[in-house]
């Protein structure tokens, strides 16, 4: 059974600074996907990353896929108040149609 | 709104009651999907129907749990007996479907206490 680990599990930083988020696999991705959640809401995706050292940009947000397609990070520049939310990695399976996701990391920016 | 909506948001149940939660998929969407999130957990799969039938129910933590989509669009899920450790969000996903993967667009989720 895959397990995906994602570090910090909390992060309570103030606006303004830049941060990073981790997650990593047992196994090898098959496609992995970012979401943020927020509070009374379900998950909302971010981004998808197929292939190992892909990196993708979303404004302030940056994820980067390992090149073995075992981690992946999302660096925040800037942060600000808004970006305060659950973010969660997941990894699709394939032919299951379903997703594992990771526990989260739960981050809160400081005005 | 044209995004997938979930009844009751929030349902409070003593320990023994059975429950029976509602989703309301994006029109159209052949692919549905029920997850428990658990208090500071990330959610987990636990059913998903193509249409009206029930593609995989391995998730489905005990034979107290049971979903169905009759129709192919709405969905309930019902748990019967209610425990403690019942107690989660029930987030409802749906997709357009089809052979490869589409994206899952998430409803709000329904909170369920049980006392």
């Known amino acids: 059974t895959q397990l995906l680990e994602q570090s910090p599990q909390f992060l309570s930083i103030q606006e303004g600074e830049n941060l990073t988020v981790y997650c990593n696999s047992s196994?090898?991705?098959?496609?992995l996907q970012w979401y943020r959640q927020e509070p009374g809401e379900g998950p909302v995706l971010l981004v998808t990353v197929v292939t190992g050292g892909e990196v993708k940009k979303l404004k302030r947000l940056t994820f980067q896929f390992g090149d073995a397609r075992k981690d992946s990070s999302l660096h925040i520049t800037a942060a600000q108040p808004g970006d305060t939310g659950l973010y969660l990695c997941a990894d699709i399976i394939q032919g299951a149609q379903k997703l594992v996701f990771g526990q989260g990391t739960r981050l809160t920016i400081n005005p | 709104g044209a995004g997938v909506s979930q009844s009751p948001r929030y349902k409070v149940a003593k320990r023994g009651q059975d429950v029976a939660l509602r989703c309301d998929p994006i029109?159209?969407?052949?692919?549905l999907f029920w997850y428990q999130q658990a208090l500071g957990q990330g959610p987990e799969f636990l059913t998903y129907f193509q249409n009206e039938a029930q593609l995989d129910k391995s998730g489905l933590p005990s034979d107290r749990f049971f979903a169905e989509r009759p129709e192919g669009s709405v969905s309930t899920l019902k748990i019967q007996r209610t425990q403690q450790e019942d107690s989660a969000v029930y987030l409802c996903?749906?997709?357009?479907?089809?052979?490869?993967?589409?994206?899952?667009?998430f409803g709000p989720g329904t909170r369920l206490t049980v006392l």
């Open positions: 996903a749906s997709s357009l479907g089809g052979e490869s993967y589409n994206e899952q667009f």
């Open positions: 029109s159209g969407h052949v692919s």
């Open positions: 196994s090898v991705f098959s496609s």
